[in-house]
Nanobody, 125 residues
Framework: VQLQASGGGLVQAGDSLRLSCAASGRASDGYGLMAWFRQAPGKEREFVAAYRWGTRATYHAGSVKGRFSISRDSADHTVYLQMTGLKPEDTAVYYC??????????????????WGQGTQVTVSS
């Protein structure tokens, strides 16, 4: 099973980007929870957003609520992260992650066994 993240780039403050995370492989249709994390230089990896497949519930970190939105395309097992109103502090490598079942501590990176390769998002001021 592979997770392929894409869509990062260099933008200016206030711009928008949409990240994609495509799941492939035999078990890709068995994911119950997919999420985005990010890691800035010198900082720990932090939770950004998560999507619960069965209930379609979404979860967003306080720092991005109202600006970022996670959604899915069930047809091709893809999760998107629509980012608007980007700020320089959003600069980081963004990773998508997946696990088979929902976890109440969905915001903890150690809950996820499957990770994509990361895509760089750089926001200039």
């Amino acid at each position: 099973v592979q997770l392929q993240a894409s869509g990062g780039g260099l933008v200016q403050a206030g711009d928008s980007l949409r990240l994609s995370c495509a799941a492939s492989g035999r078990a890709s249709d068995g994911y119950g929870l997919m999420a985005w994390f990010r890691q800035a230089p010198g900082k720990e990896r932090e939770f950004v957003a998560a999507y619960r497949w069965g209930t379609r519930a979404t979860y967003h970190a306080g720092s991005v609520k109202g600006r970022f939105s996670i959604s899915r395309d069930s047809a091709d097992h893809t999760v998107y992260l629509q980012m608007t109103g980007l700020k320089p502090e959003d600069t980081a490598v963004y990773y998508c992650a997946a696990r088979r079942n929902f976890a109440i501590n969905y915001y903890a990176s150690e809950q996820y066994a499957n990770w994509g390769q990361g895509t760089q998002v750089t926001v200039s001021s």
